[in-house]
């Protein structure tokens, strides 16, 4: 028996847009210059973000470790979040050895594959110009110039998240259930690359197949049951094996407080992000007070909204402010929002324009599914109360791009009616506004380019886009190019200076240093923000106020481990910067440490052991010998025990403990404080390149 699809006669009428000679040439010159443009100075930014560095590191030395995601080689705990984006930098170092390029560039490629990838699912049908559009507005949203020149998962994430809408439209095109199948194949990487971020494009991806699909409803059905099958089974695998594995012989999970993958997948990474509740976290519940007493106006900075997800000032909690604004503040305004206004827009536009196709029309079927990428993504961002970055806004940028491009591309070839025209216009002028706001929030920012974009340039292209006569023959031509520069001047300056500017630290964010928002062109931990030169925890504060002091004792701005969380910061908050590294930024050791560190190293398991994952990290990777990071990034996990650590020590397996970095127990069960207590109590400090440590083993 067979099963008569619907035919998509609409598009029977409109068949894809035939390829014309100019097309692969323009294509080439998209990727080399998208190429260039991610891989452009790319060892200028180190190690990034060292948290991910050291992994990458111990994933190249230890197999055991590149399967599990661990952050030393030695295998004492994983990262928070699943190795699939590690592997392929961990790859890509056991070729060419560690450096910051041979970690990056792979970053920078994943860039270039998803404007590739969303350049061929836009042109499948919607043309080449079009296509086109797609990749360059990709291309040049700042926050994914910066997220692909970076080594945070969410280069790979964004890959894996327009793969399965490119397979999904494939599915919609034929109805063929090996796209669907392919479709969930996809999702499930994603899961293993940040979990259940991911998990936001699936009812997109399953709301536009049921509604556009071929099939009868029925087997429409049963497809997407054979995707989310394939979803189980692709990320699947390596959760049962990691939950199945015996806790004795593999490390801790990172980010958990009772060594559990499910834990973390749910908690801290799950339901914890939507309601704030996530244990272990940097500062939950009444650990934000805590911090605003200790450190008085800046904590009052950081507690009221401004860090470090970034919000609108003396609003919202520790990540900023939630509302339905919340991407258009200054945090994540510059590094997303330019054209949202825009793709909005256009989504609303072309839908009522491709009213009257049929249900298997994959042109609407296209608008529905970025639509909806946009609004369930955009508003779980806007509302959710848990950790919160600027940087997530990256997940966005592939449904504006899209939406900007077929939007445009339909509405272009509709401009002979007076309402689309008109539809164009405001787009423009909307556009031109948001450009005027986000770059009137960097006053010294190349001041005249929001009056070219929109006194001269927008406003022009507004007016003439009303005039049918403007949008015919070779003058169109030029109205096109003033409406491009619209759009794009704004985000190319910020990708230009976000490619100018090293990236390091924990926290970063795209462009110039913006009011209201925290942590200039480095992020925290990079120049300009916490953990960098002028910033807290990097050289200290200039305005002449005593630097002040976090819990435990560490004193912010201090750039020496003995002031900077060792003077003793034992079970604090620890520095956010300088030697010793911190909560957000990585250690900086001298070479006189180096080289103490690396005596003798083949003796022990781990050189040293010091609290939390990225003040160990800057010694892993200086040593390129596993380093023991108590309590996991937030020195918050369980990882090891007093005991535990105790019987290491014992048995000569740690060399030295290092103090500094950043304590645990606000929010969590952690040791931390319990380890650096007793290493205080029975061991001798000595200083070294401005860092205190112990010798274990003395």
């Known amino acids: 028996m067979t099963t008569t699809l619907e035919q998509p006669k609409f598009e029977a009428a409109e068949p894809p847009p035939a390829r014309r000679r100019w097309e692969p040439w323009a294509l080439a010159a998209l990727l080399v210059g998208t190429a260039v443009a991610y891989i452009w100075g790319l060892g200028a930014s180190g190690w990034a973000n060292s948290f991910y560095a050291a992994a990458v590191q111990a994933g190249s030395e230890s197999w055991k470790a590149f399967f599990f995601g661990s952050s030393d080689a030695a295998n004492s705990i994983t990262v928070d979040k699943p190795p699939m984006s590690l592997w392929l930098m961990s790859l890509s170092v056991r070729v060419f050895g560690l450096s910051s390029w041979a970690m990056l560039v792979p970053q920078a490629l994943l860039g270039v594959g998803s404007v590739a990838l969303l350049y061929a ?42 793969a399965s809408v490119w397979a999904m439209l494939r599915a919609v095109e034929d109805g063929r259930t090996r796209w669907m199948v392919l479709t969930g194949v996809f999702v499930g990487l994603g899961f293993l690359t940040k979990q259940l971020q991911v998990m936001l494009v699936v009812p997109p991806l399953a709301l536009t197949y049921l509604v556009a699909g071929p099939p ?105 402010s939630t509302g339905i604004t919340r991407m258009f503040e200054s945090a ?112 010294s920012f190349v001041p005249w380019l929001k009056w070219a974009v929109v006194v001269v340039v927008g406003v022009v292209a507004a007016v003439a886009v009303l005039v049918p006569a403007l949008t015919r023959g070779r003058i169109a ?108 930024s990585g250690s900086e050791p001298g070479a006189e440490l180096v080289a103490l560190l690396e005596q003798d190293s083949g003796n022990y398991t781990w050189v040293a052991a010091a609290i939390g994952s990225n003040s160990a990290s800057g010694y892993q990777l200086a040593t390129e010998d596993p380093v023991m990071p108590i309590g ?47 290493v205080q109590e029975n061991f001798t400090a000595v200083t070294v390149d401005g860092v205190t440590l112990y010798d274990l083993t003395a």
């Open 216 to 320: 009868k409803f029925g087997k429409r059905l049963a497809q997407c049951f054979a995707a989310l099958g394939a979803m189980i089974v692709s990320a699947g695998w390596w959760l049962l094996i990691v939950e199945l594995w015996p806790a004795s012989s593999r490390p801790w999970i990172g980010g958990s407080q009772n060594n559990s993958i499910l834990e973390l997948t749910l908690g801290y990474n799950g339901l914890g992000r939507l309601n704030g509740e996530e244990t272990g976290s940097v500062m939950p519940g009444g650990g934000r007070g805590e911090l605003a007493a200790a450190m008085g106006g800046a904590g009052e900075a950081m507690a009221g909204g401004r860090f470090p997800g970034g919000g609108a000032p003396g609003g919202g909690g520790m990540w900023g």
């Open 477 to 584: 031509a030029v109205v096109t190019l003033a409406a491009l520069f619209t759009g794009l001047a704004g985000p190319t300056a910020y990708a230009v200076d976000t490619i100018a500017t090293p990236h390091t630290g924990s926290i970063v964010s795209a462009g110039p240093n913006v009011e209201g928002a925290h942590g200039g062109p480095g992020g925290m931990g990079g120049p300009g923000g916490m953990g960098g030169p002028g910033g807290m925890g990097g050289a200290g504060r200039t305005d002449g106020a005593a630097a002040p002091t976090l819990p435990g004792g560490a004193v912010a701005g201090a750039t020496d481990g003995a002031a900077a969380g060792a003077t003793d910061g034992m079970g604090g908050m620890g520095a956010m910067g300088g030697a010793a590294g911190g909560l957000l």
């Open 332 to 443: 994540q305004g510059g590094q997303i929002a330019w054209l949202i206004p825009a793709a909005l827009i256009l989504l609303v536009a072309g839908l009522a324009l491709r009213g009257r196709a049929p249900r298997v029309d994959t042109r609407r079927a296209s608008f529905l599914v970025w639509g909806l990428w946009l609004l369930v993504t955009g508003l779980t961002f806007s509302f959710m109360a848990g950790i919160f970055h600027a940087y997530y806004t990256v997940a966005l940028a592939p449904a504006v791009a899209a939406l900007v491009a077929i939007g445009s591309a339909t509405l272009w070839r509709r401009r002979d009616t007076l309402w689309v025209r008109a539809v164009l216009a405001a787009t423009l002028l909307a556009t031109a506004a948001m450009s005027w706001v986000l770059l009137g929030r960097s006053a």
């Open 632 to 678: 996991g990034f937030n020195g918050s996990d369980p990882s090891p025990t007093l005991e535990q650590f105790q019987q290491y020590v014992a048995d000569g397996k740690i060399h030295y403990f290092i103090s500094g970095g950043r304590g645990g127990g606000m929010g969590g069960d952690g040791t931390a404080s319990e380890i650096s207590t007793w």
């Open 121 to 162: 699912t836009v042109k499948r049908w919607f043309g080449a110009p079009a296509g086109l559009l797609a990749g360059l507005v990709l291309a040049l949203t700042p926050i994914a110039v910066l997220m692909f020149r970076f080594n945070n998962p969410d280069a790979l994430l964004v890959l894996l998240m327009i």
